[in-house]
């Protein structure tokens, strides 16, 4: 198999070009080459030499996985379901929000207008963390992503959304929350992380790309030490016995223990906060005693918390709360001085919320039939992370 170029970061094509005897700032020239301006013909990367243009082309390549569909809905958001084979498919989704309103500088300017645009960007295909309410972690896990599929999604979306939108850089941010938990897959996370933030690839502040984690609080430690992007953690639960049902990993990380690890990961990351993600769900999280408990449970931790209406899927076993539930939840939190934002469902009728599954993901651990069924997680946390 031929090498593919998208996954190698900035040292690792460097140390390619050393070997092949030739200067390290050949890398550089080739990753604006590919990640900033869309090239995949070795022919077109005209200021390199030929014979060097000619040797990468008889032993690399620069793809993306093979797109299997590609929808766009009516408010603008777009998805591409990619094939990486043997039954496999994963996602990628794009959220256009418009102009960008926050204090940090927006990094897309266009016509004269800031604006913002997500991608939420899939890591494994599959999950082995069995989170409940979740249809990847129904599905069982398939494999890890290799750092070539996981920047795949960034570059063909990027190239795609380049040229139908007429945009130079219509990504301005980047959410590793797309199907599978990327701590889990560390190094090809980490790397992509790289390039995603390498100014001759995608050039993003560390604060615009954002990882969500169940919580593999090893890696959480890991992640700060090497790679230390905004960090948002999925809770759902005020307390051990809920959360280890809903998300059983919490059976070897309980709370305290991943709250210290916030607290960790802070001194090192971009944001002086971590995402609480909390999915809601009727009857099971969403009561107002369960809110006055999270409110206690993250006290020692800065913070801003996201409600995720959850998004059903058949046999899910859950309904997604009630709307007056999810305000009251929040009203709990406010007054106790959490800034706490909804998430807004986008691209449903595309069913393009991100980390909705791909049907095609075959079932390893047998536990449930292939589902064509796929779950819809909300997608609006991406306006949260883009603040
Ligand atoms: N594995 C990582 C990242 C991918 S999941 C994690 O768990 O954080 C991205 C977010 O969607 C997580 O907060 C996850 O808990 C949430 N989610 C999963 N299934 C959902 C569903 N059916 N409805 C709404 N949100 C869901
Ligand atoms: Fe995996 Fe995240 Fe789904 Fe849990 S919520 S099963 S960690 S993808």
Redesign the pocket.
């Known amino acids: 198999m031929s090498l593919n170029l998208l996954g190698l970061n900035r040292n690792q094509f460097e140390t390619l070009c050393a070997d092949m005897g030739e200067k390290p700032f050949r890398a550089r020239q080739m990753m604006r080459w590919m990640h900033q301006s869309g090239v995949a013909d070795f022919e077109l990367m005209t200021d390199v030499s030929r014979a060097f243009r000619e040797q990468m082309a008889a032993g690399a390549v620069i793809a993306a996985p093979t797109v299997l569909r590609d929808t766009t809905a009516p408010d603008g958001t777009r998805k591409w379901l990619f094939d990486v084979g043997t039954g496999n498919a994963i996602e990628a989704v794009y959220i256009p929000e418009g102009d960008a309103d926050d204090d940090a500088p927006a990094e897309g300017v266009a016509q004269g207008r800031r604006y913002r645009g997500t991608l939420c960007v899939s890591s494994q295909a599959g999950?082995a963390?069995e989170?409940s309410?979740?249809?990847?972690?129904r599905q069982g896990f398939n494999r890890n992503l290799t750092t070539a599929e996981i920047v795949g999604q960034l570059w063909h979306a990027s190239r795609s959304l380049s040229a139908t939108l007429g945009i130079d850089r219509p990504i301005t941010n980047v959410v590793?929350?797309?199907?599978?938990?990327?701590l889990a897959n560390f190094d090809n996370v980490v790397t992509a992380m790289q390039l995603m933030l390498d100014d001759s690839a995608y050039g993003l502040s560390r604060r615009r790309v954002t990882l969500?984690?169940?919580g593999l609080v090893p890696a959480i430690d890991r992640l700060g030490e090497e790679c230390p992007v905004a960090l948002?953690?999925?809770l759902?639960a005020p307390n051990d016995a809920l959360r280890d049902k809903l998300?059983p990993i919490n059976r070897k990380y309980p709370i305290k223990q991943l709250l210290a690890a916030c607290l960790r990961y802070i001194e090192k990351a971009p944001r002086d906060f971590v995402t609480f993600?909390y999915?809601m769900l009727a009857g099971v999280n969403d009561s107002v005693e369960q809110a006055r408990e999270l409110a206690r449970v993250v006290k020692d931790v800065p913070c801003k918390i996201n409600l995720?209406?959850?998004?059903?899927?058949p046999d899910?076993g859950y309904a997604r709360s009630d709307p007056k539930a999810v305000a009251r939840f929040r009203d709990v939190l406010m007054q106790a001085d959490y800034t706490t934002t909804t998430r807004k469902t986008r691209g449903d009728d595309i069913d393009a919320a991100?980390?909705q599954l791909a049907g095609q993901v075959t079932d390893k651990t047998r536990r449930r039939q292939r589902r064509d069924a796929v779950?819809?997680?909300?997608n609006g946390?991406m306006e949260e992370a883009a603040q």
Not at 308 to 313: K, L, S, T, V
Not at 375 to 378: F, G, I, L, R
């Open positions: 999950c963390l989170c309410f979740c249809a990847t972690g590793m929350m797309g199907m599978g938990e990327p969500s984690t169940s948002a953690v999925s759902h998300v993600e999915v995720i209406p959850f998004n059903p899927f899910s991100c980390g779950s819809k997680m909300a946390f």
